[in-house]
Each structure stands twice: as C-alpha cells, then as structure tokens.
C-alpha cells in the first residue's frame, strides 16, 4: 500500500485577516465587531453517563455570563481602517462574529490542515482571550495573554475537536489605556494544494440592466486591490440593453483594474448562459477558478480572496460557495447552507433549525447553536460561487436553463461525479433576500416548472421521481384557483417543451422568453399598474366576510373536500355582475394567498415588491381549460417518465458541453471591451 505523502511545511501563510467595515457602515458592524454578551448554549438535563460533560460545559457557558469583573461591552470600537480599530479603556469586544471568527470545523473536514496560528499586533495595554466552541455551540475559553505596549501576540491552535463543527475567535479587553488592533490574521503552515503561490481566478459577473450595481460594485474592487492578488480576470457578461460600458462613471471604476477587465456583450441567455459564459471564459484564459457573482448585490470584497484560498487549500477540486445576507436589513443572514429534498426535488435546509433570516445584531454567532455546526450542502446559489476550472472541464458547463435550477443541478451532478461543494462561513455578500420577491409568478413561472421537473429527470433517485409530478399538479390546480391564469399558462407551456426532448434546451435560451411575455396582453392577471387609482373601487353587494380579516388555509383532512367544493364554485357558478366592473376586495401581498384569493370573483392585489397593483378576475372557462390541460400533460409525464429520464439523463453530458456552448455563444456575442 502506497502511503499518502504528508503536506510539505512551508512558511506561513495567511489564511484569513481580520476585516472591519468602512466607518459610515453602522448597520453591519455586528457582522464584524461584536460588543455585546455571549451567552452560548443553553444544554438540556441529562440523566445518563453525559452529566459530567454536561455540567463543565454548563460551566463555561456560565463563567462566560456571569462574570462581575468583565468590563462593559456596551460601546462600539473606534474603526481605524479595514484591518485596524481602537478599544476604550475599560471596555471590550469580540471578534466573535461572522466575518472575523475562524471557522475551523470547515477546515478540519476540507483540508490537510491541522493546526492554525492566530497572530495579533497591537499597541496599548490590554487582554487577548482566546476562545472555541463546539458544534453544540457551548463556548470554551482556550488561551490568554496580557500586552503592553507594541506587541506581537501568537497563539498555536489544534483543528483536532472541529470533527463536527465549532470556530476559533478571540476577545480584545482594554486596561490601563486604549488598546489599538493593528491587524490580526489567522494563517497556516502547509502548502496548498495548488502550490505556494496558489491558484488564480476569474471573477464574472452576470448582468442584465443593473448597471448602477454594477459600477458599484466595480468600484468597490478596484478600491481593495489587496483582495485581488489571486484575480487573473475581471468579466462582466451584459445582456442588457443598458449598457454598463455606457454609464459616466465607467472609465474611471474600471481604471484601477486596468489590465484585468473586460467586459462581453451578449443577447440575453438568462443566467445560465450568462454564468456558463463565465465558466466557458476561464477555461479559455487559463483560470483555476471561476467565481460567479449576481449582479444586483453588495460584495464584501476580502470573501473573494476568502473562497480562493479556501479552495487553494481543500483536499480535492471543490466548489466553495459565499453567504447570502439581505440587502435592505443588512444584519440578517438569510442563506448559510442549502440541500435539495431528493423526495420532492426542491429546495430545502440542510437542519430544521436553521433560521430563514436570522439577525445576527440581535443575536450575535457566539449565541446562535446552530451556526456553530457544521452545515454541509448540496450546492450553494451562484450568488457567490467558485468553481475551479478542473470541475468544468471533468462535468461540463451549467445546463442551459435560462434561470432557475442551473445552480442547484450543477451542485448536483457535481455530488454524484465526487466533487463537494462547500458553503463557506466568514464569505458573503448581500442580495435582495427572497422575502422581497416573489418569482414563482409571472413570466418565470416557466423556467420554475421546467427546470424543477428536469432536474427530477436527471438526478431525483425516486422512480417518478418521488412527489414531484403530484406537487406539479397541486400548484397548477392552486394558481389555476387563485385566478393567476398568465403564471398557468407558462407553467403548461414549461411542461409541453419539457415534453419535446432536451433537444429545446440550447435554442430556447434565446427564443423562450419573448414568446412567454408576448403574453401578457392576452391575460388581465398579467397587467400590473403603479397607481391603484387607476382601478375602479372595490365594490360587494354583501360583505366578503365575517369579522376581522382572518384568513386560514384548510387543514390536510379538508383539502379534498374544500378543493371539491372550490373547483365546483369557480366552474360552475356564474360570476357576479358587479365583479365584472368592480373589484371585490382589495389585498395586500401578504394576504394573496390561494386559499384566500380563490374565494373571490374579483380582487386587487399587490406584487412582491410593492411597486404594483393586479386586478385578479375569475374566468370559468379558462379555468376548466387549464384544468383539463394540467391533467392530460400531467398524465403524459407520468406515462412517459421512464422515457424521458433515459432521453435527458443522456443528453445531459452534450448539452452542458464546451462545444455545446461554443456554438450558442458565437451565435450570440456582440461586441467585447477590454480594460
């Protein structure tokens, strides 16, 4: 047996600095500095052999709670710069938090590292303490070290209990003076896989008319260049008719990235075909990795150096993804790890108990359990996410989807070729959170439907792949009820295409889309106005209900009956006179519900987003249409599985292929910029 050669040691390397925010970035401090308690876990009574345990840990937890002499944490630090801050005298604060804390678990399980140095340089009198947690998120204190005056401060540290989760973070407390934080980073002693100097990526932006975000986010790079040192290239792909290369602020964001810019004009492919362009550019330039960003977020700019040389050091090529916080309420964190449920093929969390936008200012990583274990995926949205170059060239390029599914099928097949995918604590950005939108109406109801249906093909391990084809027809029936007869008409044209073989997947990127919002002035659900008064006044002959505007789903045991009931009504029963002119009722976007909305003739509606008003208006004879279609193509679909799993799952290697996509991008580019 060949033994496994041992990690050769090397000089230091830095593997995670310490980061603040700008100063007039208040709302995220949290993310950064935390000046409030930590009152880690709160453990169960045990009654077995664990007591012992349990009781230490209790101990730690409480030490940490109730100390009388620990100095206030009440007032933030002053910020000095990026990687430097001051502490008033008496005061102390964490560095405990989202973006400073060493994930260590992560890099237990991921890469050959075994142990990790933390080195702090500091000027001033004060305390460093250093602590760990666990993957139960019970806190630990590990090591400390009074300083005076300019000091460099170095602390070895074991990876050897991360097994199942937990972080490494340290504590600064003020003495006699202020204490300064010069600059602090956490840093490693083997040499990556990729060899000392590491890999280089390619970091692509997908673009579709959100320049200002764009030249925002340009700006912001060029502006941390000490990010970049691992950035061959800088690509934005544009699809829109607003032209980043056309904004006046262009020549002057992109000239401290001279030499590493460039921007290609294409026709609008979605975002599929804008980040399969992406993938396709850095196999072309010679980048070890791709790093794939939306286009309408915020980007902290030191996860990008972050994700690169995580990558640089994991065992094995893998896919290390960034974090999601919300754009408009920036201390929350609402994505930090997803898995596709394989019985329903849809989107899921990888623990029940994960918060869905969890405020990290109201309670801060050393207080939340389950942030301290660690959370591994299936994929991570391509928000943020690099690929090395070594995975695309061994999987192909995304499927083109358009948008929609592209992400998690890529995580997917990568899974089942051996690659991991990692989402990477302490790398995020902000994106406008979903609660801010609502997608699954509309125009891309289509790319939903079919993109769901053909990952189920491909990779559900379910014959009829589990309860996807009944859920299919569920929400069919829910939108053809709820009056959103525009959303059901591109959810049946979804499954008709799905129907014509894979064949229709590289033509439709472009072709698609204009015949489904060539639509819309075919539907009245599909006319959004601005103005409410635009529309006539609600008007009822009687009261649409009784007492307080509750509204409630029915229950399983009456779904059956409550659908019978409701599909008779909406079939059957004539639509009333004064609907026809009037609104019945006017609901917000929280109330617009199916169970709520299908008991109407006539409703207002607000969007997602707030920015509109729909006139919902019952249509018995489009609604037995869609009916009646939803079940002969759900009944085909059934019949036909088997059929059409063989034909995808075959197709799939070709039509993700590099000369798959070579044909569509010549077809396709317009012009090129280069900086």
Same mark, same amino acid.
């Given at each position: 047996?060949?033994?496994? *050669?041992?990690?050769?040691?090397?000089?230091?390397?830095?593997?995670?600095?310490?980061?603040?925010?700008?100063?007039?970035?208040?709302?995220?401090?949290?993310?950064?500095?935390?000046?409030?308690?930590?009152?880690?876990?709160?453990? *169960?009574?045990?009654?077995?052999?664990?007591?012992?345990?349990?009781?230490?840990?209790?101990?730690?937890?409480?030490?940490?709670? %109730?100390?009388?002499?620990?100095?206030?944490?009440?007032?933030? #630090?002053?910020?000095?710069?990026?990687?430097?801050?001051?502490?008033?005298?008496?005061?102390? !604060?964490?560095?405990?938090?989202?973006?400073?804390?060493?994930?260590?678990?992560?890099? @237990?399980?991921?890469?050959?590292?075994?142990?990790?140095?933390?080195?702090?340089?500091?000027?001033? /009198?004060?305390?460093?303490?250093?602590?760990?947690?666990?993957?139960?998120?019970?806190?630990?204190?590990?090591?400390?070290?009074?300083?005076?005056?300019?000091?460099?401060?170095?602390?070895?540290?074991?990876?050897?209990?991360?097994? $199942?989760?937990?972080?490494?973070?340290?504590?600064? %407390?003020?003495?006699?003076?202020?204490?300064?934080?010069?600059?602090?980073?956490?840093?490693?002693?083997?040499?990556?896989?990729?060899?000392?100097?590491?890999?280089?990526?390619?970091?692509?932006?997908?673009?579709?008319?959100?320049?200002?975000?764009?030249?925002?986010?340009?700006?912001?790079?060029?502006?941390?260049?000490?990010?970049?040192?691992?950035?061959?290239?800088?690509?934005?792909?544009?699809?829109?008719?607003?032209?980043?290369?056309?904004?006046? /602020?262009?020549?002057?964001?992109?000239?401290?990235?001279?030499?590493?810019?460039?921007?290609?004009?294409?026709?609008?492919?979605?975002?599929?075909?804008?980040?399969?362009?992406?993938?396709?550019?850095? !196999?072309?330039?010679?980048?070890?990795?791709?790093?794939?960003?939306? /286009?309408?977020?915020?980007?902290?700019?030191?996860?990008?150096?972050?994700?690169?040389?995580?990558? $640089?050091?994991?065992?094995?090529?893998?896919?290390?993804?960034?974090?999601?916080? /919300?754009?408009?309420?920036?201390?929350?964190?609402?994505?930090?790890?997803?898995?596709?449920?394989?019985?329903?093929?849809?989107?899921?969390?990888?623990?029940?108990?994960?918060?869905?936008?969890?405020?990290?200012?109201?309670?801060?990583?050393?207080?939340?359990?389950?942030?301290?274990?660690?959370?591994?995926?299936?994929?991570?949205?391509?928000?943020?996410?690099?690929? #090395?170059?070594? !995975?695309? =060239?061994?999987?192909?390029?995304?499927?083109?989807?358009?948008?929609?599914?592209?992400?998690?099928?890529?995580?997917?097949?990568?899974?089942?070729?051996?690659?991991?995918?990692?989402?990477?604590?302490?790398?995020?950005?902000?994106?406008?959170?979903?609660?801010?939108?609502?997608?699954?109406?509309?125009?891309?109801?289509?790319?939903?439907?079919?993109?769901?249906?053909?990952?189920?093909?491909?990779?559900?391990?379910?014959?009829?792949?589990?309860?996807?084809?009944?859920?299919?027809?569920?929400?069919?029936?829910?939108?053809?009820?709820?009056?959103?007869?525009?959303?059901?008409?591109?959810?049946?044209?979804?499954?008709?295409?799905?129907?014509?073989?894979?064949?229709?997947?590289?033509?439709?990127?472009?072709?698609?889309?204009?015949?489904?919002?060539?639509? !819309?002035?075919?539907?009245?659900?599909?006319?959004?106005?601005?103005?409410?008064?635009?529309? *006539?006044?609600?008007?009822?002959?009687?009261?649409?209900?009784?007492?307080?505007?509750?509204?409630?789903?029915?229950?399983?045991? =009456?779904?059956? *009956?409550?659908?019978?009931?409701?599909?008779? @009504?909406?079939?059957?029963?004539?639509?009333?006179?004064?609907?026809?002119?009037?609104?019945?009722?006017?609901?917000?976007?929280?109330?617009?519900?199916?169970? %709520?909305?299908?008991?109407?003739?006539?409703?207002?509606?607000?969007?997602?987003?707030? %920015?509109?008003?729909?006139?919902?208006?019952?249509?018995?004879?489009?609604?037995? =249409?869609?009916?009646?279609?939803?079940?002969?193509?759900?009944?085909?679909?059934?019949?036909?599985?088997?059929?059409?799993?063989?034909?995808?799952?075959?197709?799939?290697?070709?039509?993700?292929?590099?000369?798959?996509?070579?044909?569509?991008?010549? =077809?396709?580019?317009?012009?090129?910029?280069?900086?």
């Amino acid at each position: 047996m060949t033994a496994t *050669p041992t990690p050769k040691t090397k000089s230091l390397r830095t593997l995670q600095r310490i980061i603040l925010p700008e100063a007039v970035q208040t709302d995220v401090i949290p993310l950064y500095i935390d000046s409030g308690s930590a009152t880690g876990v709160q453990l *169960p009574t045990r009654m077995d052999g664990d007591a012992a345990d349990a009781i230490a840990e209790a101990a730690a937890v409480q030490e940490l709670k %109730t100390d009388a002499n620990a100095p206030s944490r009440s007032a933030s #630090p002053d910020v000095l710069g990026r990687r430097s801050t001051k502490i008033d005298a008496g005061k102390t !604060v964490s560095f405990g938090t989202y973006f400073n804390a060493f994930p260590a678990s992560y890099w @237990r399980r991921w890469t050959e590292l075994d142990s990790v140095n933390l080195q702090l340089r500091t000027e001033g /009198d004060g305390m460093i303490v250093v602590y760990k947690s666990n993957a139960r998120g019970v806190i630990q204190r590990v090591d400390a070290k009074v300083v005076s005056g300019v000091a460099t401060s170095t602390f070895q540290l074991t990876l050897a209990p991360f097994g $199942d989760g937990g972080w490494y973070w340290f504590d600064l %407390t003020a003495t006699k003076s202020d204490l300064i934080l010069q600059e602090a980073e956490w840093q490693g002693d083997i040499e990556p896989r990729l060899g000392q100097d590491g890999g280089k990526a390619t970091v692509q932006i997908t673009t579709m008319n959100k320049v200002e975000y764009c030249i925002n986010n340009i700006r912001s790079l060029g502006e941390n260049l000490d990010a970049l040192e691992s950035v061959q290239e800088i690509l934005i792909v544009d699809q829109g008719t607003d032209k980043v290369a056309d904004h006046p /602020d262009f020549e002057n964001a992109v000239k401290p990235l001279s030499g590493k810019f460039r921007i290609i004009n294409q026709s609008n492919l979605g975002g599929s075909g804008g980040f399969g362009r992406g993938m396709y550019e850095s !196999v072309n330039n010679g980048s070890d990795y791709v790093l794939l960003l939306d /286009d309408d977020v915020v980007v902290e700019p030191e996860s990008i150096l972050r994700l690169i040389t995580f990558a $640089d050091y994991c065992k094995n090529p893998t896919i290390v993804g960034g974090h999601m916080f /919300d754009m408009f309420d920036r201390s929350v964190l609402h994505a930090f790890g997803e898995v596709v449920n394989p019985w329903r093929t849809f989107y899921d969390r990888p623990h029940e108990d994960m918060s869905l936008g969890h405020d990290l200012a109201k309670s801060n990583l050393r207080s939340t359990h389950w942030m301290h274990r660690r959370v591994d995926v299936d994929y991570n949205g391509w928000w943020m996410c690099l690929i #090395p170059t070594e !995975v695309i =060239k061994k999987i192909g390029l995304s499927l083109p989807l358009f948008l929609k599914w592209d992400d998690a099928e890529y995580g997917l097949r990568a899974k089942e070729a051996g690659i991991a995918t990692v989402s990477f604590p302490g790398a995020g950005l902000w994106h406008v959170s979903w609660q801010d939108k609502d997608d699954s109406v509309g125009w891309q109801a289509y790319f939903h439907e079919r993109n769901r249906l053909i990952t189920a093909l491909i990779h559900s391990p379910f014959e009829k792949g589990g309860s996807v084809l009944r859920e299919s027809l569920f929400l069919d029936v829910k939108h053809a009820l709820s009056m959103q007869y525009y959303t059901e008409e591109g959810r049946l044209l979804a499954i008709e295409d799905l129907l014509s073989g894979p064949e229709h997947l590289h033509p439709s990127l472009s072709e698609r889309l204009p015949v489904i919002r060539g639509k !819309v002035k075919n539907f009245q659900d599909a006319q959004l106005k601005t103005n409410i008064d635009d529309y *006539p006044q609600p008007k009822t002959k009687k009261p649409p209900f009784k007492g307080r505007r509750n509204f409630h789903a029915p229950g399983y045991s =009456k779904l059956v *009956p409550w659908a019978v009931s409701t599909v008779g @009504r909406q079939l059957f029963k004539p639509v009333d006179e004064m609907a026809e002119k009037n609104p019945q009722i006017q609901l917000t976007y929280a109330e617009n519900r199916w169970w %709520t909305v299908s008991k109407f003739d006539s409703l207002l509606v607000t969007n997602a987003e707030g %920015t509109g008003v729909f006139w919902y208006k019952r249509d018995p004879q489009q609604l037995r =249409k869609n009916l009646v279609r939803a079940t002969k193509l759900h009944t085909k679909l059934f019949t036909d599985w088997a059929d059409l799993r063989k034909q995808y799952k075959e197709a799939a290697e070709q039509v993700a292929s590099y000369e798959a996509w070579q044909e569509t991008f010549n =077809k396709h580019t317009e012009s090129e910029i280069t900086r």
